[in-house]
């Protein structure tokens, strides 16, 4: 058991001697990817904001033909503009995100009692359209609403006619539960900092002391090698989990400066937030290092090496992707898979849904033998003759 | 006391199998110096490898002090002390702490580690090197810092990879110089060389390996008398029957 202390300290001190681990493990690890997700929700909410309460600029192709429609739009904060020549160009190519367009027979039609014409031109597939182009079709179709209100009225019939239907929505999100449709992606950024804190040292203790040529001495001693491995383990999942940390604590704090009450969203990022993410996130370090250092101890070289890890860095986004495009319920056996019991778990937590304890401690159990079996093929990896020989 | 019965060792499969050890056989015994000499490729390393238990030879025995290496690897580790072909240093950490590190592998106390510790600096006269860290070392001063941990815990028995391999003439001559205190103490010192002045002034023993098969097992007056030949140079390219891979 000493031994294993030993290779663990060793490792530990040998690593903190290197600035650029230290800086990935410290900083780029842990506060980049939450500091830039942090950052990129600023701006959607502050453009969301923008976008509500800011006058509507509109070309408006034969705005003579229509005045009465033209007012009601000015007073509902629309800034009516001169329509570019060719109204389809402009939206296609950008150049305003939605146009209207009235029809020269529009005052003839409306004063005979029938449809008047307008056109609404907008590019649906344009994402930063859409707000605008939704905007205008409410307000004509309040209008349109209204008008024919007016006419109902005007030959003595109740408007109420037209409603043979009461539609009340009844929204059963809360702004906890609409924020988890934004921060999806968190999970994958956390599991990220795992990857980014523990790939210096799965190269380093395997790849790199072979590629120095320490590593045969190394084995030359009398300990077992499943000792020097689980040292070497634990010095790597003590990085990954000091990065994790560290990223889990800088998103809560930064996450309370966000403008999310604005769009009627709010978070969870309390202590109890912190805790249990930590807990979920714990074996899963362990499995995600004893599977960064087996492919690593596969590598022939520090390149290779790094070049496999990239790879396996990419695996995590698959769970996140899933949750993201096909949202299921969450079922109990999803909390005993790995990496997606972490994903459910965390996104619950921060939702502030209710997650049962026997479920965390399935999450953290069914993880923690993965870990134990990651460790354990590795184990096997070391005990090969091929391991210790470099070239 | 070193005792290797009868090993073999190949490597890969089928077409493209390579015999690298083919039934080596010899004794290395407590107070002498025991060389192993032979051409680049004729099995010395991979031979030493299966001696510190790094390797599993296909068939054959390791007695280390009596101890089967097949049996107790880590027991034959503890009474060995390795100089291997790779002796890479932690870079970042200085010559004193690659040193530590390997004494308390090996389970030493902390007042016997510093005790063994200085007395090899001393020895090895690489005081003033101690507290830098290895980065940038030369190469005498890696060999150095190498030996010091590999002897750290007081082997009785100390093997040796091609140990002069890179020193310069100072660091060489010094080198020998230790091999010889480390007889006088009574410890079984086996080294290889593919050098034939090194092992001609510093054996009691020559053991000839060539193409993974031991060619002559004698004292260095008895190989030079067993071939007839009065410079030992000779005697050798005569031993392995040609002067491919051999150097001054």
Redesign the interface.
């Known amino acids: 058991m000493?031994?294993v202390i030993?290779?663990f300290l060793?490792e530990v001190?040998?690593?903190l001697?290197?600035r650029r681990t230290v800086i990935n493990t410290l900083f780029t690890g842990p506060l980049i990817a939450p500091l830039l997700f942090v950052l990129m929700i600023n701006v959607m909410v502050t453009r969301e904001l923008n976008k509500a309460e800011a006058p509507l600029p509109l070309p408006v192709a034969g705005a003579q033909y229509a005045p009465n429609l033209i007012a009601a739009l000015k007073q509902n904060n629309v800034e009516i503009k001169d329509a570019p020549a060719d109204a389809e160009r402009a939206v296609r190519e950008q150049d305003a995100d939605v146009v209207l367009r009235i029809d020269a027979d529009f005052a003839k039609a409306w004063d005979k009692g029938e449809p008047a014409q307008v056109e609404v031109i907008f590019d649906s597939s344009r994402q930063d359209a859409r707000g605008p182009t939704e905007r205008l079709r409410k307000l004509l179709d309040a209008y349109g609403q209204r008008t024919g209100a007016l006419r109902l009225l005007a030959r003595g019939l109740s408007p109420i006619i037209l409603k043979p239907l009461a539609v009340a929505d009844r929204d059963q999100s809360t702004p906890q539960s609409r924020s988890g449709l934004m921060f999806g992606f968190l999970p994958y950024f956390f599991i990220i900092g795992v990857l980014i804190g523990g790939m210096a040292l799965a190269i380093d203790t395997t790849a790199g002391?072979r590629e120095?040529?320490?590593?045969?001495?190394?084995?030359?001693?009398?300990?077992?090698r499943w000792q020097i491995l689980a040292g070497k383990l634990g010095a790597t999942t003590a990085f990954a989990i000091t990065t994790v940390a560290l990223s889990i604590l800088a998103f809560a704090v930064v996450g309370q400066f966000l403008p999310l009450q604005k769009i009627g969203m709010t978070l969870t990022l309390g202590a109890r937030f912190v805790a249990l993410t930590l807990f979920v996130m714990l074996p899963l370090a362990a499995m995600l290092a004893a599977l960064q250092t087996l492919v690593a101890a596969f590598a022939k070289s520090y390149r290779e090496a790094q070049t496999y890890l990239g790879l396996l860095n990419l695996v995590p986004i698959i769970p996140t992707l899933l949750l993201t495009i096909l949202p299921i319920k969450t079922q109990t056996w999803m909390y005993a898979v790995p990496l997606l019991g972490q994903q459910v778990t965390i996104l619950r937590l921060m939702r502030g849904d209710p997650v049962a304890d026997s479920a965390l401690l399935l999450c953290f159990a069914c993880t923690a033998v993965a870990a134990l079996l990651a460790a354990l093929v590795t184990a096997k990896i070391y005990h090969s003759?091929r391991l210790?020989?470099?070239a | 006391m070193i005792e290797v019965r009868n090993l073999h060792k190949a490597f890969g499969k089928g077409a493209k199998r390579v015999v690298a050890v083919d039934g080596v056989s010899f004794s290395a015994r407590d107070g002498e110096i025991t060389g192993l000499l032979g051409p680049n490729g004729a099995g010395k390393t991979t031979t030493l490898r299966c001696l510190y238990t790094l390797m599993q030879p296909d068939s054959g025995q390791v007695l280390v002090d009596g101890i089967d290496a097949a049996v107790d690897p880590v027991a034959v580790r503890r009474r060995l002390g390795v100089l291997p072909d790779a002796r890479g240093l932690y870079k970042r950490l200085t010559a004193r702490e690659n040193i530590d590190y390997f004494a308390r592998l090996h389970g030493i106390e902390t007042q016997t580690m510093h005790q063994r510790r200085e007395a090899l600096a001393d020895a090895l006269e690489m005081r003033d090197i101690l507290d830098r860290r290895t980065e940038g070392f030369s190469q005498g001063q890696r060999v150095k810092t190498a030996i010091a941990r590999a002897l750290v815990h007081d082997p009785k028995n100390v093997i040796l990879d091609e140990p002069t391999n890179g020193l310069d003439v100072m660091s060489t001559r010094a080198m020998r110089g230790f091999l010889k205190s480390m007889k006088a103490e009574g410890r079984c010192v086996l080294f290889s060389s593919h050098i034939m002045q090194e092992v001609a002034a510093l054996c009691d023993r020559i053991v000839v390996i060539a193409r993974g098969r031991v060619v002559a097992d004698e004292s260095p007056d008895a190989l030079r008398a067993q071939t007839g030949e009065a410079n030992l140079e000779e005697a050798f390219v005569k031993l392995i029957g040609t002067d491919e891979g051999l150097a001054a």
């Open positions: 000493n031994s030993t290779v060793k001190r040998e690593n001697r290197d002391e120095r040529q320490s590593l045969e001495p190394l084995l030359a001693n009398p300990v077992p003759e210790a020989i470099s």
